[in-house]
Nanobody, 128 residues
Framework: QLQLVESGGGLVQPGGSLKLSCVAS????????IGWFRQAPGKEREGVSY????????NYADSVKGRFTISRDNAKNTVYLQMNSLKPEDTAVYYC?????????????????????WGQGTEITVSS
């Protein structure tokens, strides 16, 4: 059973940077497509960024395009989210999630409802 643990959150000033890590255990991560999601207080969970099993295909929410970069290192069973130029509206709990996909779906990016393994989240506060 795949388990996910996020880390790297914290308090950062506007314009600052953070790098989140999502470490998998219990199974090899390369079988999974991974997504980063966030939930701000009083708001619904939203998708932030996605990376396919192959790593060749990525996608970003419009609100983070050009500022966030997702990447994966299957040898380390880890997916990263590099976040630059952070804004107060990026304040949220960030979650990584995974879904196992067959070899036919190496470049497929699942919808949020398809992810079935979730981490516990890491909190980010962007404030001066």
């Amino acid at each position: 059973q795949l388990q996910l643990v996020e880390s790297g959150g914290g308090l950062v000033q506007p314009g600052g940077s953070l790098k989140l890590s999502c470490v998998a255990s219990g199974h090899e991560m390369h079988y999974y497509s991974i997504g980063w999601f966030r939930q701000a207080p009083g708001k619904e969970r939203e998708g932030v960024s996605y990376i396919s099993r192959s790593g060749r295909v990525t996608n970003y929410a419009d609100s983070v395009k050009g500022r966030f970069t997702i990447s994966r290192d299957n040898a380390k069973n880890t997916v990263y989210l590099q976040m630059n130029s952070l804004k107060p509206e990026d304040t949220a709990v960030y979650y990584c999630a995974a879904v196992a996909l067959g070899n036919y779906y190496m470049d497929y990016l699942p919808k949020m409802e398809e992810y079935d393994r979730w981490g516990q989240g890491t909190e980010i506060t962007v404030s001066s």
